[in-house]
Each structure stands twice: as C-alpha cells, then as structure tokens.
C-alpha cells in the first residue's frame, strides 16, 4: 500500500534528500518519494505504519514536520505540478458524528415504531448499532487498524494481537447486543473492554500527543481527541447504567 503525507519545512533538494533518506530507515518502509513542488511524501509500505513514527523520523533528520492527508492508498499517481494537495482537516470530526447521529436515530425509530419508548431498549439498540459499525470500519483492515491502535492502548502496547483480535470482539458485542441487551454478561464486558480502551485514550489527550484515533480503523484519518474519549466514556456509561437497571 502507498500512502501519501504533506511535508513542511523542505526549502531546498538537499531537505528532500534527507527527509527521503529518513523514511526509507524506519523498519518496514519498502520506498519513499519526497517531492518538494508540491511538498509532499508518498510512503510505500507492506503494512500500515502510524504515522507518529513516520513523523518522528523526519523531524529527527531536521526541522521537517510530516502530517496525515487526504492520499492515496494505492498505486495511483499523486497529481503532477504545483497544484496543491488539500490536507485533511484535523478538526473535522464529521463522520464520527454522523454515526452517531445515524444509529441515535435508528435507535429512536425503533422505539416509536413499538408504540412506545423504552431507555433501556433504545439504549440496547443504540450499543449494537454502535459496535456492528464501528466494528465493520476496523474489519476492512484489520492489520492497519491494530498496527495504530497498539500505538496508545494500553493492552495492545504489550500484547499486539488484541489489537488484531479487538475489531472481532466489537463484532461479537454488537451481535449480543440486539440477541440479548439485557445480558448482564454483555454489559459487564463492554464494561470491561471500553474501560479498558478509555485508559489509553486519557492518558494520550492528557499528555496532547499527535496520535491517530484508529476508532474508524484506516478509512477515515482522525487525531485522538476528546471526542474519542467521549465515545468510549459513554459506552462504559451506558453499559454501567444498564447493568444496574437490569432486574
């Protein structure tokens, strides 16, 4: 896979040498092209890298700055020339809203459409809403998204294959949530597995590192924010709350 990065800091050939030159050293970069005009980084790559670490070894090859962009993740050529290439808006949180917004309102249908409206219910259809789609973003590629997650959750810095494995247990989840939202076994483990999750989360936003959020997996390019620890904070919520109104 090709991935495409903007670059600041390039002033002459000599700055792209170097930057080129420190892309290619980070383990597992099969090729880097570095152009100037415009400035920008085509990566390839067997599997996905987190662009932190492609980060760091630019700046550590001098005063270059690479960030995630709107690219290419095949083998199509990057435009030619000094048209410039629209980064990706790091405060654009659209899709995750949208999602959300989508799955609420699926939720809320289901409800009226019984006749009536039930918190409990709703909530159960919002949870498995929730975890079919996000599991379904993290399953398009599996080996991209554990490769960024294990960048800051806690369990998958020491034990890599929960990130491979954790897409599947979202899956699972969401498919236990509209068979048996009532299940104390259910909640009890999103509980646990958000929890969890919302460990790492915190500890990066508090810090105000430059992370990825792999919650959409590699589709959508999104930095870790509080948005993503809202997220898991109202899973736990949620799964806490339903585990004590569970008769």
Known sequence: MIHSYSLQGLSCESCVAKVRSALQNVPGVS??????????????????????????????????????????????????????????????????YLIFGYVAGVATLTQLRSGGFDAMAWMGHFMAGFFLVFSFFKLLNVRGFAEGYRTYDVVAKRVPAYGLVYPFIELTLGIAYLVAPMSILTNATTLVVMGVSSIGVIQQ??????????CLGTIFKLPLSKVTLVEDLLMVAMSAGMIWLIP
């Open 31 to 96: 090729e880097a092209k570095v152009s100037r005009t415009p400035p920008l980084a085509r990566v390839s790559m067997p599997a996905h890298i987190p662009t932190p670490i492609l980060a760091k070894a630019v700046a550590a090859a001098g005063a270059y700055t690479l960030t995630d962009m709107m690219g290419y993740a095949s083998e199509m050529e990057a435009p030619s020339g000094n048209v410039p290439v629209q980064a990706a808006s790091k405060d654009s949180f659209t899709p995750i």
């Open 205 to 214: 936003v508090l810090k105000n590192s430059p992370f990825q959020c792999a």
